[in-house]
């Protein structure tokens, strides 16, 4: 079945330590790959997104994402986390004319 | 004002009540959305539209009734709903399709006593 899976339902991260959170998709043609961030009280934000080309993509508040084809994955990573980061995080994927999301990843962040 | 408004933030209604949510965007996209966020549950897409035109209906009980006046006005009209329903509602907005990244409100927390 087609699916967007975010394997870690929480991480922990100390504040300044790096972050990586995983995001798997499984559908046979690639397609356009998204991360949100939705704080509490609030809707998703766009962090990036990926169409084709450089495998490696910049987005806003220090984020980037890793588009692996062989691994069917697009990783988000933060070199050094900050308190503002605690949040819940969102992989999507654009398929037909909708988005599919992922169940999320929620962030805590330690002092 | 910019990006997209919902209102009202927060209801609370019982379940024999008629209620309205209302999304406004003022990015120009031709497409508009409403989700369902429940706790421990992924975002659920219940309705979108396309240049005002219904395009996709996700199985959503007949008590959610959308309207969509324009492309920049999107309404979930509410009635007889049950405590299942309570949840975060999000509505969103995009240029369509697939591509096109959608850009989210800050919700209407609805509560059904």
């Known amino acids: 079945a087609q699916s967007v899976t975010q394997p870690d339902i929480h991480i922990t991260v100390s504040e300044g330590a790096s972050l990586e959170l995983r995001c798997n998709y499984s559908y046979g043609a690639t397609p356009y790959l998204f991360w949100y961030v939705q704080s509490p009280g609030q809707g998703l934000q766009l962090l990036l997104k990926?169409?084709?080309?450089?495998?490696l993509v910049q987005g806003i508040k220090g984020f980037e994402a890793e588009f692996k084809r062989s691994q069917s994955s697009f990783n988000l990573r933060k070199p050094s986390v900050h308190w503002s980061d605690a949040a819940e995080y969102f992989c999507?994927?654009?398929?037909?004319?909708?988005?599919?999301f992922g169940p999320g990843t929620r962030l805590s962040v330690l002092p | 004002e910019t990006g997209v408004t919902q209102t009202p933030r927060h209801l609370v209604m019982g379940m024999t009540n008629k209620k309205s949510l209302k999304c406004e965007q003022h990015l120009g996209h031709n497409a508009m959305y409403w989700y369902k966020q429940s706790a421990k549950k992924p975002l659920e897409l219940m309705f979108v539209y396309n240049f005002k035109e219904q395009t996709e209906n996700n199985s959503v009980p007949s008590r959610f009734s959308p309207e969509c006046p324009n492309s920049s006005h999107l309404f979930l009209h509410l009635h007889t709903l049950q405590p299942e329903d309570s949840a975060l509602y999000l509505c969103a907005s995009s240029q369509g399709g697939a591509s096109q990244p959608q850009h989210f409100g800050d919700g209407t927390r609805l509560s059904i006593l």
């Open positions: 990926y169409f084709s080309g450089d495998t």
């Open positions: 999507a994927v654009g398929l037909d004319q909708n988005f599919v």
